[in-house]
């Protein structure tokens, strides 16, 4: 069983940085090596909405709203995805959530419907 728990949200102010982390659990080493993940986002009375994806063979792609500010490193030895979100902005506020793809995906998708494992979730708020 596949576990993934987010954790590094928190409040920072306009134009500041947030590190979000997520720990995967259930994979062997080889799975999570070649696991498609993605970080995803849903702001209050909205859908939620493809932020940042790395593919099996370390593809990454990002919504056009996040190019050039997130980042989404995976460290292979720690078992750990991360989101790096500089510059943010009041936009940004949302709850982040962490979702791993159950296919070997050469290239990665932000369609969250594909996506079969989920953490709980954390909040980032921006202030101005």
């Known amino acids: 069983q596949v576990h993934l728990v987010e954790s590094g949200g928190g409040s920072v102010q306009a134009g500041g940085s947030l590190r979000l982390s997520c720990e995967v659990s259930g994979y062997t080493d080889d799975e999570y090596a070649r696991a498609s993940m993605g970080w995803f986002r849903q702001a209050p009375g909205q859908e939620r909405e493809g932020v940042a994806a790395?593919?099996?063979?370390?593809?990454?792609l990002y919504a056009d709203s996040v190019k050039g500010r997130f980042t989404i490193p995976k460290d292979y030895t720690k078992n750990t995805l991360y989101l790096q979100m500089d510059m943010l902005k009041p936009e940004d506020i949302a709850m982040y959530y962490c979702?791993?793809?159950?296919?070997?995906?050469?290239?990665?998708?932000?369609?969250?419907?594909?996506?079969?494992?989920w953490g709980q979730g954390t909040q980032v708020t921006v202030s101005t």
């Open positions: 790395i593919g099996s063979f370390a593809a990454t």
């Open positions: 979702a791993a793809h159950p296919l070997v995906l050469n290239i990665p998708t932000l369609r969250a419907s594909e996506y079969g494992y």
